[in-house]
């Protein structure tokens, strides 16, 4: 992907049709039941319907969500993460109780444990690529967290990154939970985590499951937001990957995240809209 993201020509009409039916979708609280046009060839073109996208959300982003490429669905950036947006009212804290995170009828709606990155610093704008060592160096703390990962179209993840990126990066909000203090000093192999549905064991791993590392997810949204003209400023929050896998939840159903040593999250899924 070209490091000038963001200043590309303008989109073709197709484009804003597609976010529009997104993010309408989204606005209804109603399933999709294919790609609402022609799947962008690649990531710098499902970036323009993301941003696309946003401008069309009533809301601000308050940080961005990483996901995770397989190798042979990358395309020719060689990414091989990708980010969707984390907007404001769609950003809940954890209180001890259950929190009711809304995912779409008929479409995907999935849990992920996620250990979740703020900046207490703005990165330098025009710093278009980081290592993990020096995303590690620019401070931040970092929390425990679920994504409610879901989108009106049921197969978004089956269809790939294109589709994921061009719906929200799959997103509809995200569980803030404590504080892991003095992150830094730990490895990942010490951040642990399972989740349950229904009181089930569906997943279980943490930090060290996140290819490459949490450093490494960190270094990406850095250096990806950079290269998009979205530069990351203190107070954005990074939701890192999954750290269990990708949980299935319906409508009903109860979610239980468990972070040894820090806490766990309760979540009960309802209908988005």
Request: include cysteine; aromatic fraction near 6%; hydrophobic fraction near 40%.
């Amino acid at each position: 992907m070209s490091n000038d993201h963001g200043h590309q020509d303008l989109p073709a009409p197709g484009l804003d049709s597609i976010a529009s039916a997104f993010v309408t979708a989204r606005q209804q609280g109603r399933a999709l039941p294919d790609f609402p046009g022609t799947i962008p060839d690649d990531l710098v073109t499902a970036y323009q319907v993301q941003d696309l996208a946003i401008g069309q959300w009533n809301d601000q982003t308050v940080g961005w969500k990483v996901g995770y490429i397989a190798a042979e669905r990358r395309d020719g950036s060689g990414d091989e993460r990708l980010l969707g947006p984390i907007f404001s009212r769609q950003l809940w804290n954890a209180t001890g109780g259950t929190v009711d995170i809304p995912v779409f009828v008929g479409g995907f709606g999935a849990v992920e444990a996620e250990y979740v990155i703020e900046l207490l610093e703005d990165a330098p704008a025009d710093k278009l690529d980081w290592t993990p060592e020096e995303a590690e160096a620019l401070p931040a703390r970092l929390y425990i967290g679920v994504e409610v990962a879901s989108s009106p179209l049921a197969t978004i993840n089956v269809l790939g990154p294109r589709v994921v990126v061009s719906d929200f990066g799959n997103n509809n909000g995200l569980v803030l939970g404590p504080e892991i203090p003095n992150w830094t000093a730990l490895d990942d192999a010490q951040l642990r985590a399972e989740t349950l549905i229904e009181g089930s064991v569906v997943g279980t791993g943490g930090a060290s499951n996140l290819p490459g590392g949490l450093r490494a997810a960190y270094a990406f949204a850095l250096a990806r937001s950079a290269r998009r003209g979205r530069p990351l400023k203190a107070g954005e929050l990074i939701a890192s990957g999954n750290a269990t896998g990708i949980h299935d939840i319906a409508v009903g159903q109860q979610a239980l995240i468990r972070f040894a040593g820090y806490g766990d999250i309760t979540c009960r899924a309802i209908a988005a809209g």
